[in-house]
């Protein structure tokens, strides 16, 4: 006989094929506390939630041939350890995982002086695998554009001090797994 499936997650569906020859019974022992005995060729499909041996004995008058097979029952779960359900005991991953959402938070003021507070205009992100920052000035030139983890703008326009006033940004945050965010807003450039 033959299984559908040797291995697999709980619950696992097995359907056992007979291919016996020259038999008129068969008794079957599953494994899972469930038997069977039939007289012809039919499939038998089974549920285990846990690894079990299974026998098959093929019947004609007084002589009979035994077969035997196991099924494995694994831990399955989430074994991406990128994602918010991983499950280190788990051994096959079952398409259960969940990947955390990127997140954004922006200011709307920054104080580009040099005085070592708030000299940058930056995201805060969580979750991210990149950011792409893209500044205009209000007639909508680009006057900065950045991409990584982290980019980052000085207050400056090809290394020449902008002027102070209100700018317009857009952002593009990528995820895990392809998840996207995308924002956009003002912010004020003061440098007192």
């Known amino acids: 006989f033959s299984a559908s499936s040797t291995s697999g997650c709980n619950p696992l569906t ?10 008129t019974n068969y008794e079957w022992y599953f494994g899972n506390g469930n038997n069977a005995n039939v007289g012809d060729l039919s499939s038998q499909t089974q549920t285990y939630t846990a690894s079990a041996n299974q026998m098959l004995i093929a019947i004609n008058g007084p002589c009979s041939d035994t077969a035997y097979a196991s099924i494995v ?6 074994t991406d350890p990128l994602a918010t359900n991983y499950d280190p005991t ?6 259960s ?4 959402e990127p997140s954004v ?7 580009p002086n040099g005085d070592g507070n708030n000299d940058v205009f930056k995201l805060t992100t969580t979750n991210a695998t990149e950011v792409i920052l893209k500044i205009n ?11 990584g983890l982290d980019p980052q703008w000085d207050g400056k326009i090809n290394g020449t ?17 392809g ?7 003002f912010l004020q450039l003061i440098r007192q």
Request: glycine residues 12%; contains cysteine; aromatic residues 14%.
């Open 14 to 23: 097995v359907t056992f094929t007979n291919t016996s020859q020259n038999a």
């Open 73 to 78: 029952i694994v831990e399955c779960g989430c």
């Open 90 to 95: 788990a051994v096959q991953n079952d398409g």
């Open 97 to 100: 995982c969940i990947y955390p």
């Open 105 to 111: 938070i922006t200011a709307n003021i920054f104080t």
């Open 137 to 147: 000035n209000r007639w909508g030139n680009n006057v900065y554009e950045g991409t």
């Open 161 to 177: 001090i902008a002027p102070d006033g209100v700018y317009f940004y857009q952002y593009t945050v990528k995820g895990l797994m």
């Open 179 to 185: 998840k996207e965010i995308t924002g956009q807003g």
